[in-house]
């Protein structure tokens, strides 16, 4: 099942993505939307 470790590793990036875009006071939820409307399915 290495699919599930990719999930969760892509998981683990946006989360400290979120957190760094967080602290320099971006929205990242609206922005990601926008910025990757194919990746909204999976």
């Known amino acids: 099942m ?23 006071g971006e929205d990242i939820e609206p922005q990601r939307e926008v910025d990757k409307p194919t990746h909204s399915d999976s």
């Open 2 to 24: 290495k699919k599930e470790t990719d999930q969760q590793q892509e998981n683990k990036n946006l989360s400290i993505e979120q957190k760094e875009k967080r602290e320099h």
